[in-house]
């Protein structure tokens, strides 16, 4: 599997940006997704994730601001980002859990040790 992220760039605060991910092979829709970033001198942090039923998790922070889908006969997920602030601006990582497992709560969609393919990261810059 392989995943292309896409859409990132310089935006002010308050600006919106829309994040893609393509992913390559014909199993898309049966991959968990999620979005991962990580800012500069810190360690990667949840974003949000999007199960392959449809399931809808997000960082509490998060909530309200960003959206997150899929399209699968795209092969492709996305992020909506609104209201971007600085703390925003990170690198954002795509990721994929293609192993089928079940999970019983949403804290496994928070673990990156869940997610066994990564895209190569794309930069959001948000200037104040």
């Known amino acids: 599997v392989q995943l292309q992220a896409s859409g990132g760039g310089l935006v002010q605060a308050g600006d919106s940006l829309r994040l893609s991910c393509a992913a390559s092979?014909?199993?898309?829709?049966?991959?968990?997704m999620a979005w991962f970033r990580q800012a500069p001198g810190k360690e990667r942090e949840f974003v949000a994730a999007?199960?392959?039923?449809?399931?809808?998790y997000y960082t509490d922070s998060m909530k309200g601001r960003f959206t997150i889908s899929r399209d699968n006969a795209e092969n492709t997920v996305y992020l909506q980002m609104n209201n971007l602030q600085p703390g925003d601006a990170a690198v954002y990582y795509c990721a994929a859990d293609s192993s089928g497992r079940r999970y019983s709560g949403a804290s496994s969609y928070y673990s990156s040790l869940t997610y066994d393919y990564w895209g190569q990261g794309t930069l959001v810059t948000v200037s104040s």
């Open positions: 092979g014909p199993s898309f829709s049966r991959y968990d």
């Open positions: 999007i199960s392959r039923n449809g399931g809808i």
